[in-house]
């Protein structure tokens, strides 16, 4: 079966980095995109990018450029999202969803890694 | 950027109630439009995508309708399962934006 399977749980200060990773199993990783999304504590969910299976072509939210930095290897079928700089409310879940066959709509979702800054 | 918004933000009904929740996009979106389900401390679940088209294994007693601007969800019959934020995205382009959602408890 499908799994996502995220890494675990950070603290952070401002100003750090975090590194947040993915692990797919139970399906062809080259053939689907893999998307990130948010949730602040209480809040929406909020779209963040997203990465070819080859890495080759990451799209970001405008909101994000320059601050975050999403890879893929196929060789281990690991995605990963950095997020450098890290503000206050940068405190999240951060979710990787696959995406859905050429429909970008996410039928599965990591378990979400929290990640909290902190000083 | 296309913004999507939803209403009502939160309702509360009986069970067996139906129940409709409106997103409205700022332009046309066709009907790329999706619609999830989320409950307290779980994971997004994928209800409908393409406006109308059911995921598999989600219960006929949800509904998608709209093209254009106009979406709606509709619980044909509301269940205490069904208690989750319900969130719309959009995704006829990047960014592929969410609603801010609509919480659904019952009465």
């Known amino acids: 079966q499908v799994q996502l399977v995220q890494s675990g749980a950070e603290v952070k200060k401002p100003g750090a980095s975090v590194n947040v990773s993915c692990k797919a199993s139970g399906y062809a990783f080259s053939a689907f995109y893999m998307h990130w999304v948010r949730q602040a504590p209480g809040q929406g969910l909020e779209w963040m990018g997203m990465?070819?299976?080859?890495?080759?072509?990451?799209t970001y939210a405008q909101k994000f450029q320059g601050r975050v930095s999403m890879t893929s290897d196929t060789s281990t079928g690991t995605v990963s999202l950095e997020v450098s700089s890290l503000r206050y409310d940068d405190t999240a879940v951060y979710y990787c969803?696959?995406?859905?066959?050429?429909?970008?709509?996410?039928?599965?979702w990591g378990q979400g890694t929290l990640v909290i800054v902190s000083s | 950027d296309i913004q999507m918004t939803q209403s009502p933000s939160s309702l509360s009904a009986s069970v067996g109630d139906r129940v409709t929740i409106t997103c409205r996009a700022s332009?046309?979106?066709?009907?790329?439009l999706a619609w999830y389900q989320q409950k307290p401390g779980r994971v997004p679940k994928l209800l409908i995508y393409g406006a109308s088209t059911l995921q598999s294994g989600v219960p006929s007693r949800f509904s998608g309708r709209g093209s254009g601007t106009d979406f709606t969800l509709t619980i044909s019959s509301l269940q205490p399962e069904d208690v989750a934020t319900y969130y719309c995205?959009?995704?006829?382009?990047?960014?592929?934006?969410f609603g801010p959602g609509t919480k659904v408890d019952i009465k």
């Open positions: 995205q959009k995704y006829s382009g990047a960014p592929f934006t």
């Open positions: 969803a696959r995406e859905k066959g050429g429909l970008v709509t996410f039928d599965y």
């Open positions: 990465i070819t299976p080859s890495g080759d072509r990451p």
């Open positions: 332009q046309g979106i066709s009907n790329y």
